[in-house]
């Protein structure tokens, strides 16, 4: 079975504090996913990786940037958290060849 | 641009009961997938059924079905002998074909399973 981890389920932090949030998977995916999920708008993705130390902007990186030095991990930074960052972010993963995507249990951050 | 749409925010259905959750999509890609994900309250995000776009057959999952209808890009998902753990949001997404090949997910919809 493939597993995604993430490095905290809940997570508290204040504004303007770093904010770095790990995922790592088992399966030697290529590709990794970060995206967040807010109540009425869905899964909107924040930035993907589909190599290692390779990087695309998905639909709304402002305010995030990622790290991919090891295929199995794909962190997620917020350089200065505010409080329109309190947010689920979920983090997925899926190999080359096949479309359908792999979660983590997800991280839900409070920025107070 | 790929968009997806699920315009029904909620659901409820009785236990035992068949419901049937909506989407339409809208891509200019010829060759595509289309998923629906299951996220149970407070748990992980499920892959439920996958249909591939070229592909005429409707994907069977168990209790688990699709309507897939290509040229109307809608892709309903049909949910029979419903259980209480189906109670769960429902997630309708939609990759391109291809090695970099990214999701777009619709807003999802909240399925009640009442006893």
């Known amino acids: 079975d493939v597993k995604v981890t993430q490095s905290s389920r809940y997570l508290v932090k204040r504004t303007g504090e770093k904010v770095f949030l790990e995922c790592v998977q088992d399966m030697d995916h290529e590709n990794m996913f970060w995206y967040r999920q807010d109540p009425g708008l869905g899964l909107r993705l924040i930035y993907f990786s589909y190599d290692v130390k390779m990087k695309e902007k998905g639909d709304i990186p402002e305010g995030y940037s990622v790290s991919r030095e090891k295929k199995e991990r794909f962190s997620l930074i917020l350089e200065s958290a505010s409080t329109n960052q309190t947010s689920m972010y979920l983090c997925a993963s899926r190999p080359t060849d096949i479309y359908e995507q792999y979660f983590g249990p997800g991280t839900r951050l409070t920025v107070t | 641009a790929q968009t997806v749409t699920q315009s029904q925010p909620e659901m409820s259905v009785q236990e035992a009961e068949t419901v049937t959750l909506s989407c339409t999509y809208d891509t200019s890609e010829n060759n595509y997938y289309l998923f629906w994900y299951k996220q149970p309250p407070s748990r992980q995000m499920i892959l439920v059924i996958r249909q591939e776009a070229y592909k005429q057959q409707n994907a069977t999952e168990n209790r688990f079905s699709v309507n897939f209808q290509k040229a109307a890009k809608s892709f309903s998902l049909k949910i029979s002998d419903s259980q209480l753990g189906d109670t769960a949001m429902y997630f309708c997404?939609?990759?391109?074909?291809?090695?970099?090949?990214?999701?777009?997910f619709g807003k999802g919809i909240t399925l009640s399973v009442r006893p």
């Open positions: 997404a939609l990759g391109r074909w291809g090695a970099n090949s990214k999701l777009t």
